[in-house]
């Protein structure tokens, strides 16, 4: 049996095909398994521009199936691969079968609509607003920095880089080209295979002590010192431990 229960409706789509365009009707969403898709809006001189590209575990088309309504936007396969396409006589049973599809779904609607605020506020003080596909994740603090303000830190033994930790409660993760945001942690340079989640884990500190949780949803499991985490528990971390994201190794570190 197939260790995906979905893999019947695993369709392979080439570079160039355009799945739908803005203003068709549709009853059928998208789960991107190997390919890169442009999400493309159309704008006042008829030409088009990319709103996103999507990778491996986004999912896009949902709201036809949700709402009835016409496509809101067009999108093309930009880098051949597979997507997995769900009609809305199989959405409920997708739905029922992974809770952390719905999960998703409504964690990425959640920060739609605060980017959609922001986006009010933004107009409401007269600034410019950026388009998603114009952000692009920070850089890395300097060595100087990480020293200086780090309460912790992640070294990835593949490529000897360090990803700092600043804040009491941190995510880790990739960065999210549907919405255009980072994770405070952000592995997408070293995840190639985009095995991790987006919203992967969190690091957290209470009393003195980090913790790591995993993110409800994740779905490629995360291992501390061997141990695979239960979804959503705190567990202790300690100086020089080993955290195994999917098969993405990184040790933790203290400054002090």
């Given at each position: 049996?197939?260790?995906?229960?979905?893999?019947?409706?695993?369709?392979?789509?080439?570079?160039?095909?355009?799945?739908?365009?803005?203003?068709?009707?549709?009853?059928?969403?998208?789960?991107?398994?190997?390919?890169?898709?442009?999400?493309?809006?159309?704008?006042?001189?008829?030409s088009e521009v990319t709103l996103a590209v999507l990778e491996k575990g986004d999912f896009f088309g949902e709201m036809s199936i949700l709402e009835r309504l016409p496509r809101s936007a067009s999108?093309?396969?930009?880098?051949?691969?597979?997507?997995?396409?769900?009609?809305?006589?199989?959405?409920?049973?997708?739905?029922?079968?992974?809770?952390?599809?719905?999960?998703?779904?409504?964690?990425?609607?959640?920060?739609?609509?605060?980017?959609?605020?922001?986006?009010?506020?933004?107009?409401?003080?007269?600034?410019?607003?950026?388009?998603?596909?114009?952000?692009?994740?920070?850089?890395?603090?300097?060595?100087?920095?990480?020293?200086?303000?780090?309460?912790?830190?992640?070294?990835?033994?593949?490529?000897?880089?360090?990803?700092?930790v600043f804040k009491p409660e941190a995510l880790i993760g990739r960065f999210d080209s549907v919405t255009g945001t980072s994770p405070e942690v952000d592995l997408t340079g070293e995840d190639q295979?985009?095995?991790?989640?987006?919203?992967?884990?969190?690091?957290?500190?209470?009393?003195?002590?980090?913790?790591?949780?995993?993110?409800?949803?994740?779905?490629?499991?995360?291992?501390?010192?061997?141990?695979?985490?239960?979804?959503?528990?705190?567990?202790?971390?300690?100086?020089?431990?080993?955290?195994?994201?999917?098969?993405?190794?990184?040790?933790?570190?203290?400054?002090?």
């Open positions: 049996m197939s260790a995906n229960p979905f893999a019947r409706f695993i369709t392979h789509f080439p570079a160039g095909h355009v799945l739908f365009r803005e203003g068709d009707e549709g009853d059928s969403m998208y789960i991107v398994q190997n390919a890169r898709v442009a999400i493309k809006k159309r704008v006042k001189d008829g999108a093309e396969v930009i880098e051949e691969g597979d997507l997995i396409v769900i009609n809305s006589e199989v959405f409920g049973d997708m739905i029922k079968t992974n809770p952390e599809i719905a999960i998703r779904m409504l964690r990425k609607y959640s920060i739609r609509l605060r980017e959609t605020n922001k986006q009010i506020e933004q107009m409401a003080a007269g600034r410019d607003m950026v388009l998603p596909d114009e952000v692009r994740p920070a850089e890395r603090a300097t060595a100087a920095t990480l020293h200086a303000q780090a309460l912790c830190y992640f070294v990835s033994p593949a490529s000897g880089n360090v990803f700092p295979s985009r095995n991790i989640s987006r919203r992967h884990a969190r690091v957290l500190m209470k009393d003195g002590q980090f913790f790591i949780a995993e993110e409800i949803g994740t779905m490629n499991g995360t291992f501390l010192n061997g141990t695979k985490l239960a979804n959503g528990v705190l567990t202790p971390v300690a100086d020089g431990d080993e955290l195994m994201l999917c098969r993405l190794p990184l040790v933790f570190k203290l400054t002090q």
